[in-house]
């Protein structure tokens, strides 16, 4: 996205925002907000904003496309699979994109393991993590840390640094109570044998 014609040093209130056929938006009217609404603070009905929407995104060309999934991955970015352009039976290449959100403007990026002529049926694709469909009753795995296809779906998580830690701990922890209480149960035994042979 970018201003076409701007003065950006103020901020406005009370204005009309208008989107226009081209993606633009224009902004008219309203006042000044830095000037605390005085009356000299209103805008010139010729001073208009215009708010360029089509520069939003950069990256690959990515076709028009309907019945996609649509994946949010732990680092933001949104992994696009499957769909088709004209009909349900017309698949759609690429048919495996991402769209980087953490980026300004977000950015398309083609994924190289594309299943054009793999699978069968890719158009409405759930927006699941995993890519079911509905038109095969087939499963497809695509793995979003490593970008890569798979026949399985490993949910184990390796553990983390702090969780080791407190294993650690946990573990050191529960032999030392244990020792304590040996060591307890044994000076106990041992007083009440003491106790035994005193009183004989």
């Not at 009905?45 to 732990?74: C, K, P, Q, W």
């Amino acid at each position: 996205m970018s201003w076409l014609s701007i003065d950006l040093t103020t901020s406005r209130a009370g204005y009309t925002a208008t989107l226009l056929k081209g993606g633009n938006i224009t902004y008219i009217g309203g006042r000044s907000v830095s000037n605390n609404y005085s009356d000299s603070s209103y805008v010139s009905m010729y001073e208009i904003l215009i708010f360029d929407t089509n520069s939003l995104i950069t990256g690959d060309s990515i076709e028009s496309l309907v019945f996609h999934s649509a994946v949010l991955t732990r680092d933001s970015k949104i992994i696009i699979y499957g769909g088709s352009k004209t009909n349900l039976s017309k698949a759609v290449n690429p048919d495996l994109a991402m769209l980087d959100i953490n980026v300004y403007p977000f950015k398309w990026t083609i994924l190289n393991n594309s299943t054009v002529g793999k699978f069968t049926g890719t158009p409405g694709t759930s927006g699941t993590s995993y890519g079911k469909t509905n038109l095969n009753n087939k499963t497809y795995i695509f793995d979003t840390l490593k970008f890569e296809w798979v026949n399985t779906l490993d949910r184990s998580t390796p553990l983390t640094k702090l969780q080791i830690f407190a294993i650690t701990i946990g573990v050191i922890g529960a032999v030392a109570l244990l020792i304590i209480v040996v060591i307890i149960w044994r000076k106990r035994k041992e007083g009440i044998k003491n106790e035994h042979l005193s009183s004989f």
